[in-house]
């Protein structure tokens, strides 16, 4: 089998595990499936622990978006993946965002985004590379 393959029934096992569902079991009982349990590191994928080094987090964006790519998450299991993967100060920071709590998630990976770099990268940072590639003419 060739590498593509086995990434493509990767990402359709991720799908098919990554709501928790519930179904009728026998004798019409409801079974209730857990949702997935993602791996804490995978292909580059790393915990996030909180940083004041926006290059860092730039970094950890970057390295979990080729591994959403690889993997073919869509847009809500790379929400859920990167969430599974804050820890310490992040995931705390994280408790705070209105609505970043609740079950089913209303926020989606957009509002992730935005929020998580409005916290680790300040706006100074952005200018400064702003300047930097007008700089560059």
């Known amino acids: 089998m060739e590498e593509g393959d086995n990434s493509v029934e990767q990402s359709a096992a991720v799908e098919a595990q990554g709501e928790a569902l519930t179904r009728q079991g026998v004798g019409g009982l409801a079974v209730q499936i857990p949702p997935m349990q993602f791996p804490t590191q995978y292909d580059g994928a790393a915990e996030f622990k909180g940083t004041v080094d926006p290059l860092e987090v730039k970094q950890w964006l ?26 310490g100060d992040a995931y705390e920071w994280w408790k705070t965002i209105p609505n970043s709590m609740l079950e089913p998630p209303v926020l989606t990976w957009e509002d992730f985004l935005r929020e998580f770099r409005q916290k680790y990268i300040p706006d100074a940072y952005v200018d400064m590379k702003l300047q930097e590639f007008l700089s560059l003419k």
Request: charged share 30%; hydrophobic share 40%; glycine share 0%.
């Open 62 to 87: 970057e390295s979990m978006e080729r591994v959403f790519k690889k993997l073919q998450y869509t847009y809500a299991l790379k929400f859920e993946y990167a969430i599974s993967l804050l820890r």
